[in-house]
């Protein structure tokens, strides 16, 4: 993409993660709402899963930095060695992990994301897409995503999901 070579490319990596692993992991912050609507679907005894593009030992750190990792029945992302990268391998796992073969239909799982590759890992495995309007990924980009639903606060998402599964 910046046209490095591919040992230029190892050490961008390897720079990011250093960093990251200290410092970058706890720029981020909770959207408003999060915590409340992750024990109200736990009360509701929905089993949650994390499906992310960050390595997993970074998702599980920042998950108990803001004390919400309790909430999560299966935490999966991809790995510092390069496996389980793409977003659809990611979604297989945390399937996987959650639902240990059983087949549900594809209203039963949602997906939720910010990001058009939260909503093609959904697709991916047939399970119902939610993309949501206040994270990262500009509106453009979910659109053309063709997520199921797209929800602009959390309060609607919470109705979607209490509604949906």
Do not use: C, W
């Not at 920042?62 to 790995?79: A, M, N």
């Not at 639902?99 to 939260?118: A, P, Y």
Request: proline share 2%; no cysteine; glycine share 8%.
């Amino acid at each position: 993409f910046y046209g490095l070579s591919s040992e230029e490319g190892d050490r961008a990596v390897a720079l990011y993660r250093e960093r990251f692993s200290v410092v970058g992991l706890y720029e981020n912050e909770v959207y408003p709402g999060i915590p409340e609507l992750l024990k109200r679907l736990k009360n509701l005894g929905k089993r949650l899963a994390i499906s992310s593009s960050k390595p997993t030992v970074y998702v599980e750190r920042i998950l108990e930095h803001f004390d919400i990792h309790r909430y999560f029945d299966v935490i999966v992302g991809s790995e510092l060695d390069g496996r389980r990268v793409d977003k659809e391998e990611v979604v297989e796992e945390a399937l996987k992990q959650l639902l240990g073969g059983e087949k549900k239909s594809h209203e039963e799982v949602v997906i939720v994301g910010d990001r058009k590759f939260d909503v093609e890992g959904g697709q991916a495995h047939d399970i119902t897409t939610v993309a949501v309007a206040y994270g990262y990924g500009p509106m453009e980009e979910l659109v053309e995503a063709k997520a199921e639903f797209i929800v602009n606060t959390v309060a609607e998402l919470q109705d979607l999901l209490e509604k949906t599964v």
